[in-house]
């Protein structure tokens, strides 16, 4: 069994979000949902100020601290190292949010940071948070599995496109975006991300370019000392970086 | 007022054919009221608007209503603790108000839950998905799982007590079984917060201590608030008394000491300490609820530290008020400031800023309103100042 | 037959019930165990339409996803040449643009005479025939009273021959000089008329960016903006980490993407960029980094660029440059590093740094668009910039620049047999544009979209009549934009666009458009790698409301006019039929994935052909001969397709700009005998404030179609605005010293009026600069769009041109800030 994982190089991203709009239409998103967040960094002022930024899919950690607090074990990590949400039995606690140290997981029975609020523009009748006409088609949601739109009330998060994925043929290190065979099988975000600043395929196989790239660029991963073991590696390059805080200390006008 | 002796046998389980007090009356009243208005405006907005009437987001997960529900569900557990003194450990100058203790903790435990109720997305779904789901992993299950216990055992123990069975051995083990839970069950709740590592203003091996501790001092401030509500002079009995103006004051001031010595250390260590997440210590520091929670410990202090003082029913009465809203602040502080340091949220963000929504804030009314009503009620119809047949004799 | 198909309904929900009660029972037994597939019904087939992003010009190819007659999914395509599988953020939009809740859903009419911001048009929705009547009886009465040049139609970008293009026989047929008024004037027309000065080609340059080893950009937002903004992307990606390394130095007014991505980024002066390109040749000169092969030699070998001596012409032999030595002795010798640090703000050692690295490295070039040449000496400051690519050696080299070509296209029915009298008597009269533009007021300009407000106000040269627009809303994206207000009360004004916008507000008829997932359009390339490139937009859907592609709606008109004129459109049918004769053109020159016919082109999306036939060799120029560049080009034939200049060399010396000499020297107080060299001359900021303004375009920015997607409003993000809300940036000390805090509401305001913002402190910015995302404020929207919190900078823009090109200067303005 394959254990997917992500390599996003940071020296090619140029932090355009097109991961972020590609993410957001392919899974019927709410505006401000964003399973696949940019987020930005800076430090210094002129004429020496530095800007950075961190692409954040969900890390489908290999110790997801989200999976151990969810009393109801909605949120589970599939044999192909996916980390889901099962929403016919996610009760909204939020803890997992709480316990997720990527703050990657989303409850969006919130305030719409957009107004008006598209909930009302495009309201469900079948209980769903919403229902655009350019929802993702039936056929392919599954709430057992966190893909679609999601029912009110429960928390979502990113399914590294496991509608896609796990269509993949048995075996398959790598499943690059460029190559026709393997293209319908890849995360939304890794398709459209233009300088193929992301590469996706199985940790497990030391064969795959991930696993290569992970060695020959000393991928790292974000967090470390969480102990959670993300299954997505980042490499840093030498005109990027790893954004060294989370939070925020610096001089307000 | 006559403290019942009820070696009378089994009696009907509501006392339907007594005249509710003036103070019943009123509590139930008053709760009745302001519950069912909250409620009505809460029950609202949820239908309408949904969760969106909070100020919860995907950055603050956690709201004010988990905030509230702390504080309950902590008091439950002290009463209980409380509850116990007399039940569990013999120290008999508790017995006349273990009865109403045990009924403080029932009712403040379904305030809470009902509090949570409103804040979960399927709080019904719950009742078979924790069962089933079986995650041993989660702290948020066993918590589950205790508080559910706890809720069983002390529905038990007070049938029990109100059956006046008050001495068998059935009953002591109820008693000894609803004690280990009623301490297991907020250390969980502890953990709950104190495993999250990847939060670090709470990670905490001390938490499920603090919130054992803050718990009982909570429930010490009820009794306190609810003896300083009991007529006093001669009409009471001479262990109510020693209770109402010695012991309870004396067990709150040590309570509040306690709970004030820990949070000076948690607090110190916070802003000691380099760790990314740490500054929540220091967003706690510019936060009002801080203040609130500072400046009601201190008062607390001050009033109950006079023998005199504390002995005082109005005094009673103020310091075991302030006390609440400050333990309360403290509940919704520790919940904002450490949610209020974004995790990986970018430069944007800065620190996330969390406020409780009116529909937030109307749940205070609702859980206040449906404690006071259920308070009330059961003083009325749940002889609640009933206590052990032969205490005074064994004495 | 499969088990599903014979299902009733009744059966298959039971079975799925089942299906869920098993998958819980086995959660139940073994928690660990993931849950059983969803039961799913027969999946409903999937259709890939190929279509053609509209969100900018780039031109990317794209595969629409359709699903039950729904868009769903929005990815590139893998095959295209400019999209190659991938998007921008902006790709995906297209699938909310097409569901907009506030879409126009058919023709209207005002019945409402009064216009103003707030009032009520009372649209009444009408029939299509009824709506193309009232345009055909305006236009026939226009035509009848002998002033068909009172009818004027303002365009934006348009795609290609069967949109924008039909607009010139229109003119002609019908006898208007006004049938396409561009919007180049608010764009960058002074960086074409800057290549056009110095190497004959008044158009935007393709790049070999992908084999350059040195780009030094003069504020072209890479990462954010610049098109083809996805292949940038591409290409950034590639650039980055090939073997060797591009190295990248941004020149840029305010902190980007592009600038944080880069090797360097150089803060400059607004306005000021020609000093430092200057300083950059200096020291290329002085240091005999220059291409020697393209450029020329001293006789001798020896190097007599010195700092402040000036050189003996005779000394030096040019080779594909024309007055190099007279650009070094009247302005070269004394640019220095330290006398362009004074004026730029750039330390003299960083110039000599980026002069060394970019004079070092080959190949190299040198990028710029709109950022350095929107300023009073905006053409001057192109030119200067572009004279480096001469220096290096980098036009028509591989890893240089080159200029895009066109697709070899089938020919539309001639319209010389369908002019009639009017049409011929109109063409004789000779009216002026009602732009003024090839005036004497403005001899360089090719439009002056921002004038029109003026001409209608005044009258000027006459009083218009009726105006149509198609993709442009200038109302709110023009300079001075609240003076539009006023011209639109005095004409009758017929908007084109899918959606409401400022220009509907004022209008008078409605004939709404598709939008481009409903529509059949042509879209040759903008300029890209060199080679021809054309694509098909075909409809994914059917439109969803009542609307028509703006090609048909003219053609309808067409055929509405009297005469001769509606003869030519009966005949020319619809916009297939013009499809269907430019696709006639490949049978002869079949693309190279095989496309030669109409229905190829709408199998495949895109016809190309492939390689770029010139290319310049250390100093020589060969053409394409089939297999290599191995066909020596004689001068004559450089001159006719390189280098269109009077002399077909580069000229470092403007024979074009000499030409216009008096009215240059009078527009800019240049000596008339130095108009034609690239220099330095101090801008003059306009407005009357103390800070800068700059009106950025971010990358999610998708060009007036985008305003009104929540989903983009909600990732606005730095450098350019921040998550659902605009932010003004502002330098700490800036802020500090007006009081303004970091979150403050402001007020930014000038000569012209005031828009207010929310202040967001960001250190990294210039002091002296302020930073507002462009796109704002609109009063007249969608309902999303309307809801912003930032104002229009259009509305403090002064409507102020470059003096050469006639292009707004939109980076020229000054503004005070102060807390609201």
């Given at each position: 069994m394959a254990r997917w994982g992500m390599v996003i190089d940071l020296e090619r991203c140029t932090g355009c979000q097109a991961c972020t709009t590609a993410c957001q239409l392919e899974n019927t998103r709410l505006p401000g949902e964003h399973w696949q967040d940019v987020l930005f960094y800076n430090e210094g002022e002129y004429p020496s100020g530095k800007l950075s930024w961190l692409p954040r899919p969900c890390m489908h950690c290999e110790n997801p601290s989200c999976v151990a607090v969810c009393p109801t074990r909605a949120t589970y990590k599939t044999e192909d190292g996916v980390v889901l949400v099962n929403w016919d039995r996610c009760i909204g606690c939020r803890y997992c949010m709480i316990a997720c140290p990527y703050g990657v997981r989303f409850y969006a029975e919130e305030k719409q940071k957009t107004q008006p609020d598209v909930r009302k523009v495009w309201p469900s009748d079948e209980g769903k948070i919403w229902n655009p006409p350019w929802a993702m088609p039936k056929h392919r949601q599954d709430m057992k599995r966190g893909i679609g739109v999601q029912p009110k009330n429960v928390v979502s998060k990113c399914t590294f496109c496991y509608h896609r994925v796990s269509q993949a043929p048995k075996g398959t290190p790598d499943l690059d975006p460029n190559d026709p065979k393997t293209r319908d099988f890849t995360p939304a975000c890794v398709v459209t991300c233009a300088p193929n600043a992301r590469w996706f395929g199985d940790l497990d196989n030391p064969n795959s370019k991930v696993r290569k790239l992970i060695a020959e660029k000393r991928g790292v991963r974000l967090n470390d000392q969480t102990g959670n073991r993300p299954q997505v590696y980042y490499l840093a390059g030498e005109a990027a970086a790893i954004p060294e805080t989370r939070s925020v200390r610096r001089k307000e006008g | 007022m006559n403290i019942s002796t009820t070696t009378t046998g089994r009696l009907a389980l509501l006392d339907l054919e007594s005249k509710p007090t003036p103070l019943n009356a009123t509590l139930m009243l008053l709760g009745g009221i302001v519950g069912a208005i909250s409620f009505a405006i809460v029950f609202w907005m949820l239908a309408t608007e949904g969760h969106a009437s909070f100020n919860t987001s995907s950055d603050v997960a956690w709201g004010a209503p988990i905030a509230y529900y702390l504080f309950f569900l902590l008091a439950s557990s002290g009463l209980s603790i409380i509850a116990s003194l007399d039940t569990v450990f013999g120290v008999k100058v508790f017995y006349p108000i273990a009865k109403r203790c045990v009924w403080l903790s029932i009712i403040t435990l379904v305030t809470g839950f009902t509090l949570l109720a409103l804040e979960l997305g399927h709080p019904f779904r719950m009742l078979w998905a924790m069962p089933t789901g079986l995650q041993i992993k989660s702290p948020m299950w066993w918590m589950g799982v205790l508080y559910s216990i706890d809720f069983v055992l002390l529905l038990m123990k007070f049938y029990r007590l109100h059956q006046g069975d008050w001495e068998s051995r059935h009953t002591h083990h109820l008693s000894v079984a609803s004690f280990v839970i009623c301490i297991l069950?907020?250390?969980?709740?502890?953990?709950?917060?104190?495993?999250?590592?990847?939060?670090?203003?709470?990670?905490?091996?001390?938490?499920?201590?603090?919130?054992?501790?803050?718990?009982?001092?909570?429930?010490?401030?009820?009794?306190?608030?609810?003896?300083?509500?009991?007529?006093?002079?001669?009409?009471?009995?001479?262990?109510?008394?020693?209770?109402?103006?010695?012991?309870?004051?004396?067990?709150?001031?040590?309570?509040?000491?306690?709970?004030?010595?820990?949070?000076?250390?948690?607090?110190?260590?916070?802003?000691?300490?380099?760790?990314?997440?740490?500054?929540?210590?220091?967003?706690?520091?510019?936060?009002?609820?801080?203040?609130?929670?500072?400046?009601?410990?201190?008062?607390?202090?001050?009033?109950?530290?006079?023998?005199?003082?504390?002995?005082?029913?109005?005094?009673?009465?103020?310091?075991?008020?302030?006390?609440?809203?400050?333990?309360?602040?403290?509940?919704?502080?520790?919940?904002i400031v450490g949610q209020e340091v974004p995790l990986f949220k970018g430069y944007w963000a800065g620190y996330t800023n969390y406020w409780p929504s009116f529909t937030e804030w109307m749940l205070v009314p609702l859980g206040m309103g449906m404690f006071l009503f259920l308070y009330g009620a059961g003083d009325w119809l749940l002889r609640l100042n009933e206590a052990r047949a032969p205490a005074l004799q064994r004495r | 037959m499969s088990v599903l198909e014979k299902m009733d309904r009744r059966t298959f929900l039971k079975t799925s019930a089942a299906a869920g009660a098993a998958a819980g029972s086995a959660a139940l037994l073994a928690p660990g165990k993931e849950p059983a597939a969803q039961p799913a019904g027969p999946a409903p087939e999937t259709k890939i339409v190929k279509n053609v992003c509209h969100q900018c010009p780039a031109r990317c190819g794209i595969d629409v996803y359709v699903t039950d007659g729904k868009v769903h999914n929005i990815y590139g395509t893998l095959d295209h040449p400019i999209s190659n599988g991938k998007l921008c953020p902006k790709g995906p939009l297209g699938a909310y643009i097409l569901y907009d809740p506030d879409r126009i859903k058919g023709p209207m009419k005002r019945t409402n005479p009064e216009k103003g911001r707030d009032i009520d048009p009372k649209w009444q929705p009408i029939g299509w025939d009824e709506a193309l009547g009232i345009v055909a009886a305006r236009l026939n009465a226009l035509r009848d009273k002998g002033e068909p040049h009172r009818f004027a139609i303002v365009h934006g970008r348009g795609w290609g021959s069967s949109d924008a293009g039909l607009l010139g026989n229109f003119g002609k047929l019908y006898g208007t000089p006004n049938a396409a008024l561009g919007h180049s004037s608010i764009c960058a027309d002074t960086s074409k008329k800057a290549k056009l000065a110095m190497d004959g080609n008044y158009s935007y340059n393709a790049y070999d960016y992908r084999n350059t080893n040195y780009i030094l950009n003069f504020g072209a937002s890479f990462l954010e903006a610049f098109r083809p903004f996805n292949n940038n992307l591409q290409t950034w990606g590639y650039i980055r980490t090939k073997s060797p390394k591009t190295r990248v130095t941004m020149v840029d007014v305010r902190v980007t993407t592009t600038g944080a991505a880069a090797d360097h980024l150089l803060l400059v002066k607004p306005g000021t960029d020609a000093a430092l390109a200057l300083a950059i040749a200096h020291e290329i000169l002085t240091r005999g980094w220059w291409d020697k092969k393209f450029v020329g030699d001293f006789a001798d070998g020896i190097n007599r660029f010195r700092r402040a001596e000036t050189v003996d012409p005779a000394t030096f032999k040019e080779r594909w440059t024309l007055g190099l030595i007279e650009w070094w002795n009247e302005v070269l010798k004394d640019a220095t590093p330290e006398w362009a640090a004074a004026i730029t703000t750039i330390p003299a050692k960083d110039i000599e740094m980026v002069a060394r690295e970019f004079g070092t490295t080959r190949p190299a070039m040198a990028i710029f668009e709109r950022g350095p040449c929107l300023h009073t000496n905006g053409t001057y400051n192109g030119m200067a910039i572009h004279a480096l690519n001469a220096l290096v050696g980098s036009m028509y080299a591989v890893g240089g620049l080159m200029n895009q070509m066109g697709v070899p296209y089938g020919k539309l029915p001639g319209i010389d047999e369908y002019l009639d009298d009017a049409a011929k008597a109109a063409a004789a009269k000779k009216m002026p544009r009602i732009d003024r533009v090839k005036t004497k007021e403005l001899p360089l300009a090719s439009n002056n979209i921002q004038g029109i407000a003026d001409s209608i106000m005044e009258g000027n040269p006459y009083p218009l009549d009726t105006l149509m627009f198609y993709l442009t809303n200038p109302i709110f994206s023009a300079p001075n934009a609240k003076k539009w207000e006023q011209a639109l009360k005095k004409v009758f004004v017929i908007e084109t666009s899918p959606f409401p916008s400022e220009t509907s507000q004022f209008a008078d008829l409605l004939l709404p458009d598709h939008t481009y997932l409903e529509r059949l359009q042509d879209t040759p390339t903008y300029p890209f790698q060199g080679w021809p490139l054309t694509n098909l937009r075909v409809p994914a859907v059917k439109p969803i409301h009542d609307t028509k592609h703006f090609g048909d709606t003219l053609i309808e008109i067409g055929k509405r006019i009297k005469g001769p004129m509606g003869e030519y459109y009966r005949k020319l049918g619809n916009t297939e039929n013009v499809i269907k004769a430019l696709a006639k053109g490949f049978e002869k020159n079949p693309g190279d994935n095989g496309v030669d016919s109409f229905e190829k082109w709408k199998e495949k999306g895109f016809w190309y052909r492939k390689p770029y036939p010139y290319r310049q060799i250390a100093g020589e120029f060969f053409e394409w001969d089939g297999v290599d560049y191995w066909k020596p080009m004689p001068e004559k034939l450089v001159k006719e397709k390189l280098f269109r200049t009077e002399s077909g060399r580069f000229e470092l010396k403007s024979s074009y700009l000499e030409h216009y000499a008096e009215y240059i020297s009078g527009r800019t107080g240049l000596p008339k005998e130095r108009v034609g060299l690239p220099q330095y001359f101090p801008p003059k900021y306009t407005g009357g404030g103390d800070l800068h303004l700059i009106a950025t375009k971010t990358p999610v920015h998708g060009e007036g179609r985008t305003a009104n997607v929540p989903v983009a409003i909600s990732i606005y993000q730095p450098v350019a605005g921040g998550r659902n809300e605009l932010f003004l940036e502002i330098h700490p000390e800036t802020a500090k010293k007006r009081g303004i805090k970091n979150g403050d509401r402001v007020r930014i305001w000038n000569d012209l009026g005031a828009i207010y913002a929310r202040a967001h402190v960001f250190p990294a910015q210039r002091p002296d600069t302020v930073v507002l995302p462009y796109g704002f404020g609109h009063f007249a929207h969608g309902r999303w769009a309307k809801s912003r919190g930032s104002g229009n900078v259009n509305e403090i823009l002064p409507n102020v041109s470059e003096p050469i090109s006639n292009a707004a200067l939109v980076h020229a303005v000054t503004v005070k800030v102060e807390k609201a």
């Open positions: - | 069950a907020p250390g969980t709740l502890g953990l709950v917060f104190g495993m999250m590592a990847m939060r670090p203003a709470w990670y905490s091996p001390v938490m499920p201590m603090y919130f054992i501790l803050t718990g009982f001092a909570t429930a010490t401030a009820f009794m306190l608030f609810i003896g300083s509500l009991a007529p006093r002079g001669t009409d009471t009995s001479p262990e109510m008394r020693l209770l109402n103006d010695e012991v309870l004051p004396r067990l709150f001031f040590l309570a509040v000491l306690a709970v004030v010595a820990m949070r000076f250390g948690q607090i110190l260590t916070g802003l000691w300490s380099n760790y990314e997440g740490m500054e929540a210590n220091w967003r706690a520091l510019r936060h009002p609820l801080f203040y609130v929670e500072l400046l009601g410990y201190m008062t607390a202090l001050v009033l109950a530290a006079k023998t005199d003082w504390r002995a005082s029913p109005g005094l009673q009465f103020v310091a075991s008020v302030i006390f609440m809203i400050a333990m309360f602040s403290a509940r919704l502080e520790l919940l | -």
